[in-house]
């Protein structure tokens, strides 16, 4: 899951370390990693938190004296929130509801994912969007890297890749799109287009 404040505008990576459950970790996009073991002794849901060098430095322990910290979790038991360094609360985010209302952010994680994989490339996109569906709770990126806007792609979490063509409903782009035509690109999948 993600978590977000929006008095520092920051972001960062909440998971489970495990299937267990037996640890979690906090990853922030500056690449420092808190790992966090539950206090099963506190009456509410707490966690302590540690710093492991094989795993990242962990600054807010030493700087904040943040080394333990409270969740607070709805009537499903999912969390809603985590109390961070300097006393701020930040919110726990699903990806479609971080996709949805932090669009920006989203593309900024991806950027970092690609970068630690080694296959980012220093290029940005002419223009990008995302788009989301309610009913089947999920979400996709339109992006162009052509300045004509001739060519789309659309790229979704699962990693598929499709082509896009924009049907221009005239010769002025500005008038928008009726639609575009679905085609494979060379290296990727795109199923969407035989299913």
Do not use: H, R
């Not at 990806?95 to 950027?111: G, H, I, S, V, W």
């Not at 089947?136 to 790229?155: G, Q, R």
């Not at 890749?161 to 679905?182: H, M, Q, R």
Request: charged share 20%.
């Amino acid at each position: 899951m993600f978590i977000v404040n929006d008095d520092l505008d920051a972001w960062a990576v909440f998971g489970a370390g495990d299937e267990t459950f037996s640890y979690y970790y906090l990853w922030t996009p500056d690449n420092n990693i808190c790992i966090m073991y539950p206090d099963e002794s506190s009456d509410v849901p707490a966690l302590y938190i540690t710093e492991v060098p094989e795993a990242g430095p962990c600054p807010y322990i030493e700087e904040q004296g943040w080394d333990y910290t409270y969740v607070t979790l709805d009537e499903n038991q999912e969390p809603v929130s985590i109390i961070g360094p300097w006393g701020y609360e930040w919110m726990f985010k699903d990806e479609m509801e971080f996709a949805e209302e932090y669009p920006t952010y989203l593309m900024d994680f991806y950027q970092y994912q690609s970068e630690e994989q080694g296959y980012y490339e220093e290029i940005t996109p002419v223009w990008y969007n995302f788009i989301v569906s309610e009913e089947l709770y999920s979400w996709a990126v339109i992006a162009t890297y052509d300045p004509a806007f001739n060519k789309f792609y659309l790229w979704t979490p699962d990693d598929n890749t499709c082509a896009l063509y924009p049907d221009w409903i005239s010769e002025n782009p500005e008038d928008g799109v009726n639609g575009f035509f679905v085609d494979y690109e060379p290296g990727y999948s795109c199923p969407y287009i035989d299913e």
